[in-house]
């Protein structure tokens, strides 16, 4: 798995805008330890977008495709919202589902791969916001996790619908109000990351994208986790600016208030028993990788 | 009825079944007569998927080539690619790619008055076809790799390296027999 799939042929080398030379000279395809840190240095596989300024989506979508193990074989499924605005500028595969049905595409997805491509490793993310996810969703959402489908699930929570103008969601907390939802809500905000540990999901955190290190930490171990045990589930917190109020600068201070040891996006973790077991032995790998790296290094320096 | 598309061994040209070898000599004559010709490949052979997609974008390069060769002074060949299908929000840049989703700023943009697409998957190239034949006057070409294309104004089928060679051997033979349209007003038009 490396960027020798996607070259120019030569003869046309030249003509070729100066992104997609630029994509096959840096990018990090193929790189074993990408992450976070390669923003700004390599070529980003989201480089431009059209949210609106200091939109933690925007963070939270970049922080994603930096931290994938596997972006050149990666499929992202994505559902109608803001996300799909930046889908076109986006340098991994991707699937733009009707609303609600990520899910259900996802897992026809995943095995069609698997048979397609039985020696290779391909991974299945979908991508959608919290209407897609636990309102319109929920069917498809829920029926995966109980199948055992194999990959991760991810919900970039804003709390209600923002991009059609603040209607209330299942995932929006009691009392809030909005602007199409004038009463408040009424009810509790669904109880998602549980809902997804009883229905079958090996990897399940709640948190917010403040920390892009914690970020890239989680996508990684979901995605490992969905594709050698089954289906994992991240619910991020990426507050709509516009929809709550904020200003453009205040994004990133309402994910750290709102990620406060009483706060409803304090992190919590589920692991499974086999998921533990898989995670802690990629970690043993990792550590004698770098350690490999290290002492070579070494000898080189010496030499 | 429609336009049928061509059998194998066929084109068509103004959606009428003809012989390849005369398809040949209208295509070249077109880009001769051409104020900007272009040349638009697609990701199938900018992309080197394999062996012979890169041998299919060496072909291409050489009839851009010849057909550089083959022009007078005042017409301007362009070889424009279409690197992939994706809309691309806010704008894309005219002057050095085409997008299926909106083919027609390209042609406006470079005053192109003759096009050929090749390495384009058929249904893109359908959606460009239809866009650039709605919404401008150029004359469009398509180097088909499978059954043809009814929305262009004339075209190859089963498109190979060596079909793309004949076409720049063509260019080539009819250099100096056409008479560019350099007095017209300014290639395409909207």
């Known amino acids: ?303 | 009825m429609g336009i049928r598309l061509p059998n194998p061994g066929e084109a068509h040209i103004n959606g009428v079944i003809e012989s390849e070898e005369k398809a040949y000599e209208e295509a070249a004559r077109q880009f001769l007569m051409a104020k900007v010709p272009t040349i638009f490949p697609g990701p199938l052979v900018l992309w080197a998927w394999n062996e012979k997609a890169a041998k299919k974008a060496t072909a291409i390069r050489h009839l851009f080539n010849t057909l550089k060769e083959c022009v007078q002074p005042g017409q301007k060949p362009m070889l424009i690619p279409m690197p992939d299908y994706r809309p691309k929000y806010p704008k894309i840049n005219p002057e050095v790619e085409i997008n299926p989703n909106h083919p027609n700023l390209t042609i406006w943009h470079n005053k192109i008055d003759c096009c050929m697409f090749v390495g384009v998957h058929c249904h893109q190239a359908n959606l460009s076809l239809k866009i650039i034949r709605g919404g401008t006057s150029c004359y469009t070409i398509a180097m088909c790799a499978q059954a043809g294309h009814e929305d262009a104004m004339l075209s190859f089928r089963d498109a190979s390296v060596e079909k793309i060679m004949k076409l720049a051997d063509t260019v080539k033979r009819l250099k100096g027999t056409v008479q560019p349209r350099l007095n017209s007003k300014s290639g395409a038009s909207n």
């Open chain 1, 1 to 303: 798995m490396s960027k020798e799939r996607i070259q120019i042929s030569e003869a046309l080398y030249d003509i070729m805008p100066s992104d997609y030379q630029d994509l096959v000279k840096s990018a990090t395809y193929g790189k074993e330890d990408r992450g976070w840190k390669d923003i700004g240095s390599s070529k980003e596989l989201i480089e431009q977008h059209s949210l609106c300024a200091g939109c933690p989506e925007s963070m939270a979508f970049r922080y994603i495709l930096a931290s994938l193990p596997n972006p050149e074989d990666t499929v992202m499924v994505g559902s109608t919202g803001c996300t799909s605005l930046v889908f076109p500028m986006v340098a991994v595969h991707n699937i733009h589902s009707l609303f609600g049905n990520q899910n259900a595409i996802a897992s026809g997805l995943k095995r069609a791969l698997s048979v397609r491509f039985p020696g290779r490793v391909k991974d299945v993310v979908v991508l959608a916001g919290d209407g897609a996810t636990v309102d319109i969703g929920l069917d498809m959402t829920l029926q995966a996790w109980f199948r055992q489908e194999k990959f991760t699930t991810i919900c970039f929570d804003n709390e209600l619908y923002a991009n059609t103008g603040g209607q209330e969601s299942g995932l929006m907390q009691k009392g809030f109000v909005a602007k199409m939802a004038p009463v408040g809500k009424l009810f509790d905000k669904v109880r998602l990351p549980e809902i997804a540990r009883e229905s079958g999901c090996h990897y399940v955190v709640n948190c917010t994208v403040s920390k892009p290190s914690l970020v890239e930490k989680v996508i990684r171990n979901a995605v490992h986790v969905a594709r050698e045990i089954g289906p994992t589930y991240l619910q991020l917190y990426t507050p709509c600016i516009l929809e709550i109020g904020k200003n453009s600068m205040e994004g990133l201070q309402e994910m750290r208030d709102s990620e406060k040891p009483t706060e409803r996006f304090a992190y919590k973790e589920y692991i499974s028993e086999p998921a533990k077991q898989l995670l802690a032995e990629l970690a043993a790998k990792d550590k004698e990788r770098k350690a490999a790296a290290k002492q070579l290094a070494g000898q080189a320096q010496a030499n």
